[in-house]
């Protein structure tokens, strides 16, 4: 089963764990880079009122790392989660999950990729509940047409610690037991990336440990590559990286060494930013 301590909370940080992202043209996909943003930017409104949510956005997310997004309220962290997972089309700029530019797929096609190469993890875990463990966690394979051997569903299942619950629906599991089902679910496709919003916002801090811990061994243990949008310095100190947003920019980022501590002085800073 996986279930990592933060070595951030154990031993002060994730010194060196990964490199940071690599310069180069950013013209070419680089194959580690499993999403990919340039330019994004998204704008709401009318042309005599806009919102820029996202105002020239340029990110890679390398494979085999956790990131987290953090920011203050409105400064864009769903809208980037939201435009690089597929499920809004930016303004302006390009996505790119696994070297395929989103821009470039129909609705069709971007449902497919999203079904085929994406996992969600939402706070809310929104599992269906007249389904099982078992039955939700198979809805992927099925909504995408292929099969679900029992054996394989059970066997993710397993691996996020719920073998004996695998009949229970989800009225019938705590909130950290559904969250296990989601992570099984978002993982089932083996999809390139996962993107996580507020993944413990509904858990209580021991729990909220083991499921981070669980996310955690994914990708250390998997090369999951990872994304989540967290208010949560706790939470974003499981990352690799941390990506400061503020009025719809990336204007600060650390590597390294990421703890709670150092998370919530940098957001205090942009919190007590003009606006
Ligand atoms: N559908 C929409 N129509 C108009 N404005 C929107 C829409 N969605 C988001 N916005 C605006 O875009 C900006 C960024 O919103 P977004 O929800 O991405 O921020 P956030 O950082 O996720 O906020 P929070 O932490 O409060 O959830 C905000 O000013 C918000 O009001």
């Known amino acids: 089963m996986l279930d ?6 154990t031993t002060g940080g994730r010194d060196g764990a990964h490199p940071a992202a690599p310069g180069g043209d950013p013209g070419q996909v680089d194959r580690e880079e499993t999403v990919r943003l340039r330019a994004v930017r998204r704008l709401y409104g009318t042309a005599a ?60 096609g ?9 996992g969600f993890v939402f706070q809310a875990f929104n599992l269906v509940s007249a389904l099982t463990a078992e ?34 629906r989800p009225s019938g599991l705590s909130g950290g037991e559904q969250q296990r089902v989601a992570i099984a679910r978002a993982l ?10 507020e993944p413990t916002g509904q858990l209580d801090t021991r729990v909220s440990r083991q499921i981070l811990g669980m996310l955690r061994g994914l990708v250390d243990d998997r090369g999951q590559t990872m994304i989540m ?28 060494t990421v703890t709670a501590e150092i998370v919530a002085a940098r957001m205090a800073v942009l919190e007590a930013a003009p606006c």
């Open 49 to 108: 009122h806009t919102v820029r949510a996202l105002d020239g956005v340029t990110a890679s997310f390398h494979a085999g790392t956790l990131t987290a997004i953090m920011g203050p309220s409105g400064s864009g962290k769903s809208t980037l989660l939201h435009c690089a997972a597929g499920l809004d089309r930016p303004t302006g700029g390009t996505v790119a999950i696994d070297g395929t530019d989103l821009g470039s797929l129909s609705e069709n």
């Open 135 to 168: 039955q939700n966690v198979a809805l992927p394979l099925r909504l995408a047409g292929r099969a679900a051997p029992s054996g394989l569903v059970r066997a993710a299942l397993a691996e996020v610690g719920l073998a004996d619950r695998a009949g229970h």
């Open 4 to 9: 990592h301590m933060n070595p951030a909370e």
């Open 229 to 256: 949008v967290t208010h949560d310095p706790v939470t974003a100190s499981y990352a690799d990286r941390v990506l400061f947003l503020a009025d719809g920019r990336v204007v600060d980022e650390l590597t390294g």
């Open 188 to 197: 089932i496709t083996r999809p390139a990336v996962v993107f996580a919003d």
């Open 110 to 118: 971007l449902t497919l990729l999203r079904r085929e190469r994406v």
